[in-house]
């Protein structure tokens, strides 16, 4: 798919993202100057799209922007992920691979599920009525 292709679709935002895969080359970070942003700029034949590398964690997001982001400026790569439109489109990656170098992946999607899943369990135990202690816990955190 090419960026010119993914900004031509109308009907994407944030709730209804276009899964994509892009090839092109790296030309720059996301956010101009500074040293530990983890983001990239990609380019291919047909215009240029923002990538948004985001970890779970934003010690790890800072340490791979400081430590790792640099060895992909001009490289060819390849992204997987979901084009999104806020007031500027991007894609959310969910894998990078650049060149030789192993497939980087994105892990914040799944832990956004996990925890996703965690409350819906936890909502139906206390709906059930079975679970006074959970009920009391969270009633005294509040």
Known sequence: MSVSSLLKKVKVSDVRP?????????????????????????????????????????LWDFFSGLLRRARYDNQEAEVIG??????????????????????RKCYAYIIKYVVAEILIIAGLHLMSGKSDTLYQFIRNAI
């Open 82 to 103: 979901l084009y999104r439109r806020a007031p500027v489109p991007y894609t959310e990656l969910r894998s990078i691979k650049v060149g030789g170098d192993a497939e």
């Open 18 to 58: 276009v899964p994509c895969k892009i090839k092109g080359t790296i030309i720059g970070r996301g956010i101009l100057g500074l040293i530990w942003s983890e983001d990239f700029v990609m380019q291919d034949e047909t215009g240029i799209i923002f990538l948004d590398y985001r970890q779970p964690i934003l």
